[in-house]
């Protein structure tokens, strides 16, 4: 009999708005199927009652269900439904399956362009699956992938504690814990070593950077909505890395709560809305006005 694994989130917990109300209405349903499938994966990937070869034979079945050649569950068999509906193909969702193959067995990352090569299959195809879903421009993929990898690393960072405690997990790169002189089990302390401190910042450093490679995403997307949600989350994740520069991980609240999510988005839509205003209309757009 097969342990039931308890779902740990949904999409109103994440650090960053999923098929908010911003996203049109035709395409949040297909999100949200993407989104309760990869949930049931990371739920499956970060069981710490899972053995790895457990935690992969079940992916395994999930990536099954998805193709069709196996009842994995409505995750599955909602998400297949909800990609044939518009002629999308399971890559994206296989790509995280494969992430998730890799958190079953890899528990340690060597160095910067280790973690980016895991972001590559863990975040990136999230925002390359929400483009495709509103039809946008895959020269738009660029940005996305660094504003999705800048998102994965902030999650952890603010949850580098907990991984460790419980998963043995450590994301932060391993030269980065060797330049600030950060031993392993610092990570399990109730409030974090001036060492971690600076190793922390290190890293959220370079998480700025990539969110400076994003800047530019919301007025590349012709979409509304969307152009509007990626402002808020882009704004979000500057002031979570912001945080993560001055705040202990381990003994401070990193997370927004609700007010501060409102408050930022806000503020994000406001500048938003009249730079896109003044954007250039798309090749495509253009074509639409002249009809």
Same mark, same amino acid.
């Given at each position: 009999?097969?342990? !039931?694994?308890?779902?740990?989130?949904?999409?109103?917990?994440?650090?960053?708005?999923?098929?908010?109300?911003?996203?049109?209405p035709?395409?949040?349903?297909?999100?949200?199927?993407?989104?309760?499938?990869?949930?049931?994966?990371?739920?499956?990937?970060?069981?710490?009652?899972?053995?790895?070869q #457990? %935690?992969?034979?079940?992916?395994?079945?999930?990536?099954? /269900?998805?193709? $069709?050649?196996?009842?994995? /569950? =409505?995750?599955?068999?909602?998400?297949?439904?909800?990609?044939?509906?518009?002629?999308?193909?399971?890559?994206?969702?296989?790509?995280?399956?494969?992430?998730?193959?890799?958190?079953a067995?890899?528990?340690? +990352?060597?160095?910067?362009?280790?973690?980016?090569?895991?972001?590559? +299959?863990?975040?990136?195809? =999230? /925002?390359?699956?929400?483009?495709?879903?509103?039809? #946008?421009?895959?020269?738009?993929? @660029?940005?996305?992938?660094?504003?999705c990898?800048?998102?994965?690393?902030?999650?952890h960072?603010?949850?580098?504690?907990k991984?460790?405690?419980s998963?043995?997990?450590?994301?932060? @790169?391993?030269?980065?814990?060797?330049?600030?002189?950060?031993?392993?089990?610092?990570?399990?302390?109730?409030?974090?070593?001036?060492?971690?401190?600076?190793?922390?910042?290190?890293?959220?450093?370079?998480t700025? #950077?990539?969110?400076?490679?994003?800047? @530019?995403?919301?007025?590349?997307?012709?979409?509304?909505?969307?152009?509007? !949600?990626?402002?808020?989350?882009?704004?979000?994740?500057?002031?979570?890395? $912001?945080?993560?520069?001055?705040?202990?991980?381990?003994? !401070?609240? =990193?997370?927004?709560?609700?007010? #501060?999510? =409102? $408050?930022?988005?806000?503020?994000?839509?406001?500048?938003?809305? @009249?730079?896109r205003?003044?954007?250039?209309?798309?090749?495509?757009?253009? %074509?639409?006005?002249?009809?």
């Open positions: 009999m097969m342990t !039931e694994i308890t779902p740990t989130k949904t999409h109103r917990d994440e650090n960053f708005p999923v098929a908010s109300l911003l996203i049109a035709q395409h949040r349903a297909a999100i949200l199927a993407f989104y309760r499938f990869v949930r049931a994966a990371d739920d499956v990937a970060d069981s710490p009652v899972l053995a790895p #457990e %935690k992969i034979a079940r992916l395994d079945l999930l990536e099954a /269900g998805l193709l $069709g050649h196996e009842d994995a /569950g =409505v995750e599955a068999s909602t998400l297949r439904t909800a990609l044939a509906a518009r002629n999308l193909a399971p890559r994206h969702a296989q790509d995280l399956l494969t992430a998730f193959r890799t958190d067995t890899k528990l340690r +990352y060597r160095d910067w362009d280790d973690l980016i090569g895991y972001c590559t +299959y863990s975040a990136m195809p =999230v /925002g390359r699956f929400v483009l495709d879903v509103h039809g #946008e421009d895959r020269r738009t993929w @660029p940005a996305s992938d660094a504003l990898a800048a998102l994965q690393i902030i999650n960072l603010q949850d580098c504690g991984d460790y405690r998963l043995d997990r450590v994301y932060i @790169p391993r030269d980065a814990m060797e330049r600030n002189r950060v031993k392993l089990e610092e990570l399990g302390a109730e409030r974090a070593s001036p060492a971690l401190r600076n190793c922390v910042r290190d890293v959220a450093a370079r700025r #950077e990539l969110l400076h490679e994003a800047a @530019p995403f919301s007025m590349m997307i012709d979409d509304l909505r969307l152009a509007m !949600e990626v402002a808020v989350i882009q704004r979000l994740a500057v002031d979570l890395v $912001g945080r993560l520069m001055q705040r202990d991980p381990l003994s !401070e609240r =990193v997370h927004h709560n609700g007010a #501060e999510v =409102v $408050g930022l988005a806000a503020a994000a839509i406001l500048v938003a809305l @009249p730079r205003a003044m954007r250039r209309p798309t090749r495509a757009e253009r %074509k639409v006005q002249d009809i």
